[in-house]
């Protein structure tokens, strides 16, 4: 009788369970073609890409930053590729491939100890892409200098603002560091200038000092969006 009670009562229990949602903090701004299945599909499409990928992953690792995130995700474009009619990953000229290193390292350093692992959504970006996703016309994305990405750990945007601040402000100055926030989870980290954006306080203030100062301004949730992730209304995002 209690075997049967107990069977009965996984079968009522297992729908319920299937409809958790799961954290998936990186669906809004990964579409089907740009993940891991899309990737090894786009890789194996050409023969000269895997070659080229290596030289990417080996460069990386004699500069000391391979493994910081995995090296396919570096190879994310913009999220916008599909509605911009480009590829949804590219292996950026090799000229550029120093200006990587100094975020990578800041990201491996500073960020990923205070936030957890990340997940990598765009990183280079031709002028051509660049300008059709809406990124500034200076973008470092256009010289593989910046790195977009999300927290893989749950997280609330009022926390994430507030742990990114306190790393921005202790050590962003010295090392040049550019940080932004956009919509949601998703933020910006380069290594060209020290700046900040999209931060900003409860009582109105802007910038990390007020984050810090004044607690971070919450954002309201919009209903569930992909898998689960909530969506952010942020008004102060600007173009990426």
Known sequence: M???????????????????????????????????PGYRAWVAKVS??????KALNDYLTAYGVGGVVPTWQLLRTATDWQKCGAEPFEIPPSSAWPNIVAALRYVGTYVTPKIGPVEVVSVYRNDR???????????THRL?????MVPLRPITREALMTRLCQIHLASGERFWVGLGLYKGIRFH???????????????????CGAVLAEGP??????PPDFAGTPVFTDPLAPNR
């Open 2 to 36: 209690a075997r049967w009670f107990i069977a009965l009562l996984a079968l009522f229990a297992t729908p319920a369970l299937a409809q958790v949602p799961q954290w998936n903090p990186a669906a809004p701004y990964v579409t089907a073609g740009q993940d891991e």
């Open 48 to 53: 000269w890409r895997p070659t080229y990928v």
């Open 129 to 139: 892409l660049n300008a059709c996703a809406g990124g500034a016309p200076e973008s």
């Open 144 to 148: 593989l200098g910046a790195v977009d």
């Open 189 to 207: 980290i380069d290594a060209k200038k020290y700046r900040e954006w999209g931060m900003s306080g409860a009582r109105g203030g802007f910038g």
């Open 217 to 222: 301004m919450p954002f309201p949730l919009a």
